[in-house]
């Protein structure tokens, strides 16, 4: 049974659910990068030791996106939506009984594989409880949610890393989660996709399935270039904006608050735009949004004022943001239900790939360059015009998918 759609009411409620979740995950994710301040005094870590506790978090994340798929699609999406939240959570407020490097590494490393089961299971509810034409606007709106923590978490960690400290935050953030554990297994449906196990796809089945579709692996090399670009630009530009353009942190603050509302506004608004547009179109316009993709990011790191570099960042996350909500489009509408989970883990295993390689890529080419960026944009340059490759490699669905899932 491939579709069981929801009346109204309950999708509204299944939304907002999934948005309150997702956005409690980016807030656990996110504080990290404030919270390691002084975490990293706290723990007498190094700047080596830093960067790795922050990427411990990717690799596990990453690890665990196409597990969490098949797991889903094997055992039911609610299920594994459960887990992922109880253990992200579980593993939030570990996080303040840290002593040392080593358990830090560890908890952040369970704390991703804990998150990565989320969104493929989340993908999986949309695809099977909402029609098509209203799913590429539910993702956006779900996933609007990390723009807008993107936005709140400098404030929220000024006001209660500063007053409480970061051990009491991840006590109450891991709280949280269990509150919203609680609501997701009294209020989202019961899974009926795969509620006994002799019915359910074979995992390696699934995997085959996917495996041959020269349509996934377009879509993996398509997330991977998008998020490369993504996370390369969110790890290193406060970092950039410091050394190259002679800014404090309370300026850079204040000034990305203009691009990530850009972001969340190009969110929803693309949610909505896709759904009206057809695919095979649509592709058309996300490759060329990657091209610009390239355009802007050239423009924006030599723009000759930072008002200008502002502007150009916008566009840029104009245009990203695009991108990052058209290639789930592909699996929501075109992989069937019983595997769709693990569709979008394997595609989103390159994203967050991209993740955990690309920081600490730019920052090797930034010491190698003897703190110059040059090399480090031209290297998103070329990885933006990699994407516009992979996005036009996909094929129609009736070339491929189809004949694949019969």
Same mark, same amino acid.
């Given at each position: 049974?491939?579709?069981?759609?929801?009346?109204? /009411?309950?999708?509204t409620?299944?939304?907002?659910?999934?948005?309150?979740?997702?956005?409690?995950?980016?807030?656990?994710?996110?504080?990290m990068?404030?919270?390691?301040?002084?975490?990293?005094?706290?723990?007498?870590?190094?700047?080596?030791?830093?960067?790795?506790?922050l990427?411990?978090?990717?690799?596990? @994340?990453?690890?665990?996106?196409?597990?969490?798929?098949?797991?889903?699609d094997?055992?039911?999406?609610?299920?594994?939506?459960?887990?992922?939240?109880?253990?992200?959570? *579980?593993?939030?407020?570990?996080?303040a009984?840290?002593?040392g490097?080593?358990?830090?590494?560890?908890?952040?490393f369970?704390?991703?594989?804990?998150?990565?089961?989320?969104?493929?299971?989340?993908?999986?509810?949309?695809?099977? @409880?909402?029609? /098509?034409?209203?799913?590429?606007?539910?993702?956006?709106?779900?996933?609007?949610?990390?723009?807008?923590?993107?936005?709140?978490?400098?404030?929220?960690?000024?006001?209660?890393?500063?007053?409480?400290?970061?051990?009491?935050?991840?006590?109450?953030?891991?709280?949280?989660?269990?509150?919203?554990?609680?609501?997701?297994? /009294?209020v989202?449906?019961?899974?009926?996709?795969?509620?006994?196990?002799?019915?359910?796809?074979?995992?390696?089945?699934?995997?085959?399935?996917?495996?041959?579709?020269?349509?996934?692996?377009?879509?993996?090399?398509?997330?991977?270039? *998008?998020?490369?670009?993504?996370?390369?630009?969110?790890?290193?530009?406060?970092?950039?904006?410091?050394?190259?353009?002679?800014?404090?942190?309370?300026?850079?603050?204040?000034?990305?608050?203009?691009?990530?509302?850009?972001?969340?506004?190009?969110?929803?608004?693309?949610?909505? *735009?896709?759904?009206?547009?057809?695919l095979?179109?649509?592709?058309?316009i #996300?490759?060329f949004?990657?091209?610009?993709?390239?355009?802007?990011?050239?423009?924006?790191?030599?723009?000759?004022?930072?008002?200008?570099?502002?502007?150009?960042?916008?566009?840029?996350?104009?245009?990203?943001?695009?991108?990052?909500?058209?290639?789930?489009?592909?699996?929501?509408?075109?992989?069937?239900?019983?595997?769709?989970?693990?569709?979008?883990?394997?595609?989103?295993?390159?994203?967050?790939?991209?993740?955990?390689?690309?920081?600490?890529?730019?920052?090797?080419?930034?010491?190698?360059?003897?703190?110059?960026?040059?090399?480090?944009?031209?290297?998103?340059? #070329?990885?933006?015009?990699?994407?516009?490759?992979?996005?036009?490699?996909?094929? /129609?669905?009736?070339?491929?998918?189809?004949?694949?899932?019969?």
């Open positions: 049974m491939n579709e069981l759609i929801l009346e109204k /009411k309950a999708r409620t299944l939304l907002v659910l999934l948005f309150l979740g997702w956005a409690l995950g980016n807030l656990d994710r996110y504080v990068n404030y919270a390691i301040v002084n975490i990293g005094e706290d723990l007498s870590l190094t700047n080596t030791e830093t960067g790795l506790v990427s411990s978090f990717f690799l596990g @994340y990453a690890l665990m996106q196409l597990p969490g798929g098949i797991l889903a094997r055992f039911g999406a609610k299920r594994i939506l459960l887990i992922a939240v109880i253990v992200w959570s *579980i593993f939030t407020g570990l996080t009984i840290a002593w490097l080593g358990i830090m590494v560890i908890i952040r369970l704390f991703g594989i804990g998150e990565g089961g989320f969104q493929p299971s989340a993908s999986k509810l949309i695809t099977t @409880y909402y029609p /098509k034409n209203e799913r590429s606007k539910v993702m956006s709106i779900m996933l609007s949610s990390s723009a807008i923590m993107a936005m709140l978490v400098p404030i929220i960690s000024a006001v209660l890393l500063l007053s409480i400290g970061w051990r009491a935050f991840f006590v109450i953030a891991g709280a949280i989660g269990a509150i919203i554990a609680v609501l997701y297994w /009294k989202i449906p019961k899974d009926r996709v795969a509620v006994n196990t002799d019915g359910a796809p074979k995992i390696t089945g699934i995997l085959g399935k996917l495996l041959r579709m020269p349509f996934m692996w377009s879509l993996v090399i398509s997330y991977f270039t *998008i998020y490369a670009v993504n996370w390369g630009l969110n790890s290193w530009l406060p970092k950039y904006l410091t050394d190259v353009r002679g800014l404090d942190l309370l300026s850079i603050g204040g000034l990305q608050l203009i691009p990530g509302f850009i972001m969340i506004v190009s969110m929803i608004l693309s949610g909505y *735009i896709i759904d009206k547009i057809e095979r179109i649509s592709k058309y #996300g490759a949004f990657a091209l610009l993709l390239a355009v802007f990011l050239l423009l924006m790191f030599n723009a000759n004022s930072i008002s200008l570099f502002i502007v150009y960042q916008c566009i840029v996350t104009f245009v990203m943001t695009f991108v990052v909500l058209l290639l789930p489009s592909f699996i929501l509408k075109n992989i069937p239900a019983e595997y769709s989970g693990s569709a979008m883990g394997m595609a989103n295993t390159g994203g967050q790939l991209a993740g955990f390689v690309t920081p600490t890529l730019i920052g090797a080419m930034v010491d190698a360059f003897d703190g110059s960026y040059n090399a480090a944009v031209w290297l998103l340059v #070329g990885i933006s015009v990699i994407c516009v490759l992979a996005i036009l490699s996909i094929v /129609k669905k009736d070339e491929n998918v189809e004949g694949e899932a019969a």
